[in-house]
Nanobody, 121 residues
Framework: QVQLVESGGGLVQPGGSLRLSCAAS????????MAWYRQAPGKERELVAR???????NYTGSVRGRFTISRDNAKNAVYLQMNNLKPEDTAVYYC???????????????WGQGTRVTIPS
């Protein structure tokens, strides 16, 4: 089985920073892409940032220039550095990874449990 565990959420004032972490563990053969999604109250879940390989990244427009996604392949981990946070960044943030397990040959999407980020207005 595969498990993704996130950490790093919390409450921070506008303009502040947070760093989210997510580590995958279990029967992992290889990890293709890793990503962060978020879901704000009353809204659909949206892609925030994705990384493929070591440095092939893309971001949703509202966070570009403020957020940075990175990964540590040796640790099966992905990070999201969030700077200049705004109230509209308030959401539950989810880690997602496309993982090929030791019992298969094709990637499947696995999700973390979510970590809450709150930026008061």
């Amino acid at each position: 089985q595969v498990q993704l565990v996130e950490s790093g959420g919390g409450l921070v004032q506008p303009g502040g920073s947070l760093r989210l972490s997510c580590a995958a563990s279990g029967s992992i053969r290889t990890i293709a892409g890793m990503a962060w999604y978020r879901q704000a109250p009353g809204k659909e879940r949206e892609l925030v940032a994705r990384v493929r390989g070591s440095d092939n990244t893309n971001y949703t427009g509202s966070v570009r220039g403020r957020f940075t996604i990175s990964r540590d392949n040796a640790k099966n981990a992905v990070y999201l550095q969030m700077n200049n946070l705004k109230p509209e960044d308030t959401a539950v943030y989810y880690c997602e990874a496309d993982i090929v397990t030791t019992s298969g040959w094709h990637p499947s999407a696995y999700w973390g449990q979510g970590t809450r980020v709150t930026i008061p207005s």
